[in-house]
């Protein structure tokens, strides 16, 4: 049973919530000095040491109201709740200690901290408490009470507004993060993925010639070499980004007048024939690079997976609004469902 009251009071709360601080215990202090002093000095307080006592008791709860919201509010406005029904049913009833005024805190932290679910039942566990002291003890009208209700009720919506403004801050750096990962992952696949198959292909050309035409090995292996730099060299620059105490070298992102490069990237495989055509000049960044990135990966798969091709066209054309990219190769038709492949490759160029 004890287990089980402990599992419900300690319920999954909102996520890195703080625990005891400073301010807090400095609050108990001065909450408990305020209420010794209170019950000492009132004269028309009944049962002076229970008050003291409760509101005492209570205000130790505070640096616990983060961790344990809804046990913080059971205990403190339970407790409070039990004594003014027993004060009453003795006709002894009274207005309580005004340093119990500290407990508005705790419905703050209710709905700032803890779950829906118990957000729920520490909000039914206020309002009688409300209504009690307002309506039944102190006989004042339903409007006065209603209006007692929200003041006692407005901690509670200032936490809900505090938390969902936290609550959207983090999900807006989460998408910044996702996004984030996204174009490191599109900017990996697209610059070293595109020299690595270079790479291989490079390899097989050079495993077929060796044996007989060694010149035509060593080339190939020039070719190699001269493709695995490059990409160390992206490697590096894309390391460099990603660490805080480096400085990345910012070299401009590359876009339609780079594609013939790639036609001249690697010798030994099948040829690029690239065309340019129309108004591609003043092209926005975010497209320059864009066709370029859809190019890359074109060519890439095309000498990949063109079976038996002899050559790759590409073609560039541009007017006032339009750019459209068309590449192409002579080799075997081949089919597949698009989900045997492994790789990353269609979904970047969608994205």
């Known amino acids: 049973m004890g287990n089980a009251i402990r599992s419900f009071l300690a319920e999954p709360r909102v996520p890195n ?5 400073t301010r807090d215990w400095v609050l108990v202090g001065i909450a408990v ?8 000095l009132r004269t028309n307080l009944p049962w002076p040491l229970l008050h003291a006592a409760v509101v005492i ?12 919201p809804l046990a913080a509010v059971v205990l403190a406005f339970g407790s409070t709740l039990v004594v003014e029904v027993v004060t009453n049913a003795n006709n002894v009833g009274s207005d309580g200690l005004y340093t119990a005024f500290f407990l508005l805190v705790l419905p703050y932290s209710l709905v700032r901290w803890a779950s829906g679910r118990h957000i729920a039942i520490g909000l039914l566990l206020v309002l009688p408490m409300a209504w009690w002291v307002g309506v039944i003890q102190a006989s004042i009208d339903i409007g006065e009470a209603i209006g007692g209700t929200i003041f006692l009720e407005f901690p509670a919506a200032l936490g809900g507004v505090v938390r969902y403004r936290q609550t959207a801050r983090v999900r807006e750096r989460e998408q910044v993060i996702l996004r984030e990962r996204e174009q490191l992952a599109r900017e990996l696949h697209d610059t070293v993925a595109h020299h690595i198959s270079a790479i291989a292909i490079q390899a097989q050309a050079g ?3 060796v044996a007989t035409d060694p010149a035509a090995a060593a080339e190939t292996l020039n070719a190699i070499e001269r493709a695995a730099s490059q990409t160390l060299g992206e490697m ?13 070298e910012l070299t401009p992102q590359p876009g339609v007048g780079d594609i013939a490069s790639l036609a001249e990237a690697d010798n030994g495989a099948v040829p690029i024939d690239v065309r340019l055509s129309g108004e591609l000049d003043d092209l926005a960044p975010s497209v320059d ?3 370029y990135r859809l190019a890359q990966e074109s060519i890439t798969n095309a000498r990949r997976y063109a079976r038996h091709a002899t050559s790759v066209e590409v073609r560039i054309a541009g007017d006032d609004d339009t750019v459209r990219l068309t590449v192409s190769d002579d080799g075997d038709p081949t089919h597949t469902d698009g989900a045997s492949r492994d790789g990353y490759g269609l979904a970047g160029m969608a994205e």
């Not at 000095?33 to 000492?40: C, D, K």
């Not at 008791?57 to 344990?68: E, G, I």
């Open 33 to 40: 000095v305020a209420a010794v002093v209170e019950a000492l």
């Open 17 to 21: 919530a703080p625990g005891p601080m």
């Open 57 to 68: 008791a209570s205000a130790f709860v505070l640096p616990w109201r983060r961790l344990y």
């Open 207 to 209: 495993q077929a010639v």
């Open 236 to 248: 590096r620059s894309l390391v460099k980004a990603l660490r805080s105490g480096d400085t990345a």
């Open 289 to 291: 690079a864009a066709v």
